[in-house]
């Protein structure tokens, strides 16, 4: 009986051992760091509008101007579509899925419903819901127009989707310089439930501006990016308003203010500097803090910590000098309503901790604005810098950041980066999806060293006796 238990055993031991990693393959031409290592890419005549990704157990949702695509990941060194929904969409660019109930969300901009439309801009967008318990047939199961629709974001578990942007016009609303936030309940999506009022008005030094994404962190802070800065709600819970100067119950159709407000920019004097006000997307770590001023010996409790803001601010028409910078932020000021009580007379502004472009980086041949970023949770984030590619930077010191690798292939136009199970996905306007994996870690190097040359060969003249020529290295002709 010992011997086949131990039989038996020595047949589970494979099934139990884990996957092997995929192999990688060459990178392409461009300007690749040692500690990055191409596992796949998937070129597509349809992939070449690549907007967003976001994923469902192993299965790959891609977006794109043609429509959504799906593909078997199971194997990431060989991806396999197995779905496809055509349809000309714009923009959806950070893409929203349901994976309890399998469901991806696709939102559709007022500027037009044609790939690319940028110049009418309607009164209403849409959203899309589609069914992908089945990849093979993605289909249809509800539809509903907001009058929103650059993106849509899921908050308290999908059961609300927080729909934005863009800018506004006379159909809008008078008043009004750029859609706010629009909340809708999806529970049913054949039936959705639009909420009774707009979110996050008067953003813009209380003026309503362009609400352009919303990004969720790990607390359930929904963090609303626009023109005129970035602000935190509380969708779910019972939490303090600084406003109100109560405790509430935080719903999704009336979230409660966390934090955050406007963001220096040109012009506004010293600290304005040469920043941009309109901010695309943000993220925060509630494990991040600021090393440097946490006085250990005076605070047990490190006051730092979970009060950093990363933030994107996207600029397509100029310089790094002047804007599409990486920034960081110290929330500390702003958490008492700071950004709901700024006015053009008295401006709150959230404190600048440092700002980071690859203009002048290793691998870098000039300027792009920052776009898209994706945390990995331990202080490196990978960010997207459209023509400048995918860059990896170290953000343990909001104070400092830096890269620590790079990864711009050739013709690239990098939209957005995604780690998912220990790799990042990259979606390319240009190329497709890439597939990397990213061996650094913070406080690396600021630039991995390449690897040494190889020592050249001689060819040692032909020898009288043995009749041949022999390459060698030249330290073995000394």
């Not at 309890?100 to 849409?126: C, H, M, N, Q, W």
């Not at 943000?282 to 730092?304: C, F, G, L, S």
């Not at 060819?459 to 290295?473: A, F, I, T």
Request: charged share 20%.
């Amino acid at each position: 009986m010992r011997r086949a238990v131990l039989v038996t055993l020595s047949l589970l031991v494979p099934l139990l051992a884990p996957a092997p990693a995929p192999a990688a393959i060459p990178c392409p031409a461009g300007a690749v760091s040692t500690n990055v290592e191409c596992i796949a890419t998937i070129e597509d005549q349809v992939l070449s509008g690549a907007i967003a990704i976001n994923f469902i157990g192993d299965t790959m949702f891609v977006s794109t101007q043609f429509g959504l695509l799906a593909y078997d990941i199971s194997d990431p060194s060989a991806p396999t579509k197995v779905g496809q929904l055509p349809m000309y969409l714009w923009e959806n660019e950070d893409m929203a899925v349901d994976p309890v109930r399998e469901r991806v969300f696709l939102s559709r901009d007022p500027r037009g419903f044609a790939p690319g439309t940028s110049g009418a801009t309607f009164p209403y967008g849409a959203v899309h819901i589609i069914d992908a318990s089945d990849p093979t047939l993605l289909r249809q199961v509800g539809f509903f127009l907001v009058p929103a629709g650059h993106t849509s974001t899921c908050v308290n578990d999908c059961d609300f989707l927080w729909t934005g942007g863009p800018y506004a016009n006379a159909q809008t609303q008078p008043g009004w310089t750029g859609r706010p936030i629009f909340g809708t309940d999806v529970r049913d999506p054949a039936n959705p439930v639009p909420c009774p009022d707009p979110i996050d008005l008067g953003r813009d030094d209380g003026v309503t501006n362009y609400a352009h994404d919303v990004q969720v962190d790990a607390d359930g802070i929904a963090w609303v990016s626009g023109d005129g800065g970035v602000r935190g709600y509380w969708t779910t819970g019972t939490h303090w308003n600084p406003l109100t100067e109560q405790v509430e119950v935080a719903t999704a159709c009336d979230p409660v203010p966390y934090g955050g407000g406007g963001t220096p920019y040109a012009g506004e004097g010293a600290q304005g500097g040469t920043y941009s006000k309109f901010m695309h997307n943000a993220w925060r770590n509630p494990q991040a803090n600021i090393p440097d001023e946490w006085d250990r010996e005076k605070d047990e409790v490190d006051p730092t910590k979970g009060h950093v803001l990363y933030a994107t601010e996207e600029n397509l028409s100029s310089n790094c000098t002047s804007s599409g910078r990486f920034a960081t932020y110290d929330l500390r000021t702003s958490l008492n309503g700071e950004g709901w009580r700024s006015t053009p007379s008295e401006k709150f502004r959230m404190r600048v901790l440092d700002t980071w472009t690859p203009q002048g980086a290793d691998g870098a041949t000039g300027c792009a604005s920052a776009h898209y970023m994706a945390d990995r949770g331990d202080g490196v984030l990978a960010y997207a810098f459209y023509g400048q590619g995918t860059r990896f930077l170290d953000v343990s010191n909001p104070k400092d950041i830096r890269q620590i690798g790079y990864y711009r292939p050739s013709q690239t136009n990098t939209w957005a980066p995604y780690w998912y199970r220990g790799l990042v996905y990259i979606a390319d306007q240009t190329r497709g999806v890439d597939i990397l994996r990213f061996t650094g870690d913070a406080e690396d190097p600021i630039v991995p060293e390449p690897p040494p040359p190889a020592e050249p060969l001689v060819q040692v003249p032909m020898d009288g006796k043995l009749g041949y020529l022999c390459p060698v290295r030249p330290a073995a002709v000394a």
